[in-house]
């Protein structure tokens, strides 16, 4: 099952525009990440906010948390063409036996030049 | 670097037929993962091994065998292919493993058709 859900599943939008995406978690958990999925390619990380963090920032992207509606953002400013791609969020939650990062399904994000 | 290697890049197979999928990670990492990833569904977790030596199931292990050959090395078996496994396979690593607040290093999969 998936401990992630982020909405939308698709965006769309033009070059330097902010895009923001959403994702809606279960359980409680000891962090949530970002990924982003290139065409073809594998995941790379964006940004890890651990349960006690409220808003974390990396260049032009800006994550929130709010444990209370188990809910986080990814917002990326002023997109670019190459921000074109799958983001995807994933949570730790705190009732894992080991090591199993849950992913959600994503969010597939165009920006049009 | 190379991080984290899979072969092969794609693979086709017949129902019934067995294959292994190789997966190789230079960073010197502890832990290993094997996900699939299926339109819609976001990436399931396979099997992991949370250090040398050790392999554990995750969400969707049926069907699947793994190897821990040693600390680079984590192979993923399919010993009687079946067409629901067709999806997109990726090895991930991860530095010290469980309760670390780790981020995940991934290849850049494995697309099986299994006809």
């Known amino acids: 099952s998936q401990q992630g859900e982020e909405d939308p599943q698709a965006l769309s939008i033009q070059e330097g525009e902010n895009a923001t995406m959403n994702c809606s978690y279960k359980?409680?958990?000891?962090?949530l990440q970002w990924y982003r999925q290139n065409s073809g390619r594998g995941l790379v990380h964006l940004i890890l906010?651990?349960?006690?963090?409220r808003e974390k920032h990396s260049g032009r992207l800006r994550v929130t948390l709010d444990t209370s509606k188990k809910s986080s953002s990814l917002l990326i400013t002023a997109s670019r063409a190459a921000d074109t791609a799958s983001y995807f969020c994933?949570?730790?939650?705190?009732?894992?036996?080991?090591?199993?990062?849950?992913f959600g399904g994503g969010t597939r994000l165009m920006v049009k030049p | 670097n190379a991080g984290v290697t899979q072969t092969p890049k794609f693979q086709v197979l017949k129902t019934g037929q067995s294959m292994t999928l190789q997966c190789a990670q230079d960073?010197?990492?502890?832990?290993m993962y094997w996900y699939r990833q299926d339109p819609g569904m976001g990436l399931r977790l396979i099997y992991y091994?949370?250090?040398?030596?050790?392999?554990d199931k995750g969400e969707v292990p049926n069907g699947y065998n793994v190897s821990r050959l040693n600390k680079r090395e984590f192979s993923l078996r399919l010993e009687s292919a079946a067409p629901s496994q067709t999806s997109v396979y990726f090895c991930?690593?991860?530095?010290?493993?469980?309760?670390?607040?780790?981020?995940?290093?991934f290849g850049s999969g494995t697309q099986l058709s299994v006809l």
């Open positions: 960073m010197n990492h502890n832990s």
């Open positions: 906010i651990r349960s006690n963090e």
């Open positions: 091994s949370a250090s040398e030596g050790t392999t």
């Open positions: 359980t409680s958990i000891n962090n």
């Open positions: 994933a949570t730790d939650p705190r009732t894992n036996a080991g090591n199993m990062l849950t």
């Open positions: 991930a690593s991860s530095e010290r493993g469980r309760g670390a607040n780790e981020k995940l290093f």
